[in-house]
């Protein structure tokens, strides 16, 4: 899934720089901020993932563990 935003992002900012042209630093500073939005998300999507998968782990261990 993050490659997927990457490659997304990517494709937007390379179809924005292409209709820019010359615009100058106004848009290369926009571009620069969505590309660094969609890997924010990517970055967020992959923790939250993770977080997930570990809470279930760890809770099937505790579930699994023989009682004293």
């Not at 494709?11 to 660094?36: D, F, I, W």
């Amino acid at each position: 899934m993050t490659e997927r935003l990457q490659l997304m992002a990517l494709a937007l900012v390379s179809g924005l720089r292409a209709r820019a042209g010359c615009a100058g630093r106004g848009a290369t500073a926009v571009e620069y901020a969505l590309l660094v939005t969609f890997v924010a998300a990517a970055i967020v999507g992959a923790v939250t993932a993770i977080g997930t998968w570990l809470g279930l782990t760890f809770n099937d261990l505790v579930a699994r563990w023989p009682a004293h």
